[in-house]
């Protein structure tokens, strides 16, 4: 296998460059693994973010995508709280004709090749499986299927639980009362986050109006809940809720569908929500309270930022690393989403702003969050 790291010059043409630690381009003609990794920022600590397998147009929006992607891990993971920089690996190629044993294993001596400062786990594209392949040649992968006793796992449902967690911070800000007995809730995608959402919401009596492309889960969904409204995909966002819970896509939010909506709350799972940065004003200029995206849905990361340090037997904290201990780090979702919140208030900012401004003093000072006891 080659590589080389792309230096300054070549990546300045780049608007997501940003400063990167290091960013590695890798080619072995064997495996025919051709791919990047990203380093965004490692103040806080070693990188971690998901491995993409994904059929790119052309190297460049590889890197486009993987510099943009490495840089929101940063923002990430230094507001859940954790002690963990940022960072992104993607693959080029179309992972259903060209994944191998032999690719995977070539892009585990890959990871390899950071000595630690890059941690990957799984992203599209990838899987369990794929990281248990990469664990051959690296002991740097999270996201394993979990030794008995041990964390680690499917992320989705801590990942929901998290979003639930940030929907509460909502509700208490817009109405005083995190009450969801009758609430209306527009969920958009029923997948692994999604339905598991609607499972919380609907144990808490909310009423659900929800979409998918796929009808069966749909179905399932309206024989499992309370009460279920299903909407056609495009119905979802002048749905007549006070909740609209993202789940599927990115870029829900833009020119197009904002006008659309008389939610209240914005808050859901899934990753990028807004279109442009103009959306993140569009929503406050409309009186929308919008929980950004990476903040929201940092349940997963958590998850898997708690199976690495238990992994590393490294414990950052002043908690044991128990699942019950991982799980309180994630309702702290709560109190970051209403300082964001207060934030916005008071600079008369908008959310996605106020996030990045806090994100930006944390791994810019490089505040030891370690010390903090994991405050998120
Ligand atoms: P998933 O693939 O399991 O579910 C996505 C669901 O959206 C599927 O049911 C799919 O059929 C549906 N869908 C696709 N296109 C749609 C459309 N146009 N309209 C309505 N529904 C549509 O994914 P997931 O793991 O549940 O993740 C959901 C989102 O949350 C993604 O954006 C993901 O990046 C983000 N996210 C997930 C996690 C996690 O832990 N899984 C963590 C952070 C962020």
Do not use: W
């Not at 020119?255 to 279109?275: E, K, R, S």
């Not at 970051?336 to 944390?362: H, N, Q, V």
């Amino acid at each position: 296998m080659e590589y080389h790291d792309l230096d300054a010059t070549e990546l300045s043409q780049f608007t997501d460059y940003d400063g990167h630690h290091i960013v590695r381009f890798f080619i072995d003609k064997d495996t025919g693994l051709k791919a990047c990794i990203a380093v965004h920022n490692i103040n806080l600590g070693p990188a971690l973010g998901g491995c993409r397998f994904y059929n790119y147009a052309a190297e460049e929006d590889a890197i486009r995508d993987v510099l943009r992607l490495s840089r929101g891990m940063t923002y990430k993971n230094a507001l859940a709280g954790l002690p963990l920089g940022g960072g992104k690996s993607v693959i080029i190629g179309d992972p259903s004709t060209m994944k191998t044993t032999a690719l995977m294993e070539m892009m585990g001596s890959a990871v390899d090749t950071l000595n630690g400062d890059y941690i990957t786990a799984e992203d599209s594209g990838t899987n369990v499986s794929d990281m248990e392949t990469i664990r051959h040649k690296t002991p740097y992968v999270m996201g394993l299927t979990p030794e008995e006793g041990c964390l680690g796992g499917d992320p989705s449902p801590v990942t929901a639980y998290g979003v639930f967690c940030g929907i509460k911070a909502a509700l208490l800000r817009k109405y005083g009362s995190q009450d969801m007995n009758g609430l209306k809730v527009a969920v958009q995608g029923l997948g692994a986050v999604g339905y598991e959402l609607c499972r919380l919401l609907d144990e808490q009596g909310a009423e659900l109006f929800v979409t998918d492309v796929r009808g069966a889960v749909l179905q399932k969904a309206r024989e499992q809940f309370g009460t279920v409204h299903i909407l056609e995909l495009d119905e979802i966002f002048s749905a007549d809720a006070q909740i609209f819970a993202p789940c599927a896509l990115g870029a829900q939010l833009n020119v197009n569908t904002i006008p659309q909506m008389t939610f209240d709350i914005i808050a859901g799972a899934a990753n990028n929500q807004l279109a442009t940065p103009e959306d993140d004003n569009r929503l406050q200029e409309k009186g929308i309270l919008y929980t950004p995206d990476y903040v929201i849905n940092a349940g997963g990361v958590i998850a898997v930022g708690y199976e690495y340090f238990q992994q590393l037997g490294k414990n950052p904290f002043c908690h044991d690393l128990t699942h019950k201990n991982m799980i309180s780090h994630v309702e702290k979702i709560r109190q970051t989403i209403g300082d964001i919140f207060t934030i916005t208030e008071k600079c008369g900012i908008a959310s996605g702003r106020a996030a990045d401004e806090m994100a930006e003093a944390l791994f810019n000072s490089g505040k030891n969050i370690q010390k903090s006891c994991g405050t998120a």
